[in-house]
């Protein structure tokens, strides 16, 4: 199954009735991309950059994150890389910054919220990535954005500290699509408004379903009730994607569901452009996808759609792809 993998590695990924997807990967530092690249990765559709504020006692300098950033982008070689500004809070902690404890952490002050708050430390990573964008295809994505108001605010701010660098003279790409995050119920709901905004989504489920379910991701006592395949999820991923779709924007996926071989089949149906995953996931979804009819995935995912449980809805693609 290896070999057959690997035969793969350069060619794209493409369904047996000839529908054309990307499989981008999930990157945590630049020392991963040769991961991606020798698993064919089509781009980076999550950098998460927590990783560079993390272990260590003091943020990370502007001229730090530029050179994370320039890494990766040069390392994809124009291939698109979409960077999430800072995603802390939560499960992720920066005891540097000496944040008061909070009784629900997810549900707390953390991403964007607290860049918004923290406006200097985010816009010391603006500036890095804008200084960065002209060595690649960068796109810039605001993590757990849960309204309206806060994304105005962040691309308001990201406009401003371009204008601030032509000003210095500096050189920045005039081609940086701006994105955001679908992880919050609220976010999703609203995706139509979000799709005239914004430049693309990205969903991310392992937020989406915790906040949906009510089931926090950690808790192993509810973790029965953390769903992928609930239709509740899936009516939410549809509403998204086919908001963007309306706006001729597009929808990517950067949960663990996007690598999923019960997941994939119904998100190809529903329209899904841009798969991202960890690296050693591509292969194989790449392969599962050579066989998969995107016509014949429509008609699934519109059955999918009108069950009721998680459980009807493995069975179902199970039936359908002969698991
Ligand atoms: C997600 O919530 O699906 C996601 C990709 O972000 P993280 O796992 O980093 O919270
Ligand atoms: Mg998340």
Known sequence: QKAEWAKLVDEKSVTRDGHHVELAANIGTPADLEGVRNNGG???????????????NELPTEEEQFESYKAVLEGMDGKPVVVRTLDIGGDK???????PHE?????GFRAIRLCLEEQDLFEVQLRALLRASVYGNLKIMF????NLVEFRKAKGILLDVKEQLIQEGVNVSDDI??????????TAVLADQFAKEVDFFSIGTNDLIQYTMAADRMNERVSYLYQPYNPAILRLIK?????????????GMCGEMAGDEIAIPILLGLG???FSMSATSIL?????????????????????????????VISTVEKAIKL
């Open 93 to 99: 902690e920066l005891p540097y910054l000496d944040l």
């Open 177 to 186: 699509e701006v994105g955001i995050m679908v992880e919050i119920p609220s």
């Open 239 to 251: 509403m998204v994607i086919d908001a963007s779709h309306k706006e001729g924007k597009w929808t």
């Open 272 to 274: 899904l452009d841009e």
């Open 42 to 56: 089509e781009g980076v559709g999550l950098y998460r950059t927590e990783f560079l504020y993390m272990g260590r």
């Open 103 to 107: 009784m629900n952490p997810f549900l």
């Open 284 to 312: 194989p979804a790449r392969t599962q996808l050579k066989n998969l009819s995107k016509s014949d995935m429509e008609t699934l995912a519109q059955e999918v759609l009108t069950l009721s449980t998680n459980e009807e």
């Open 143 to 146: 993590p757990m954005i849960s």
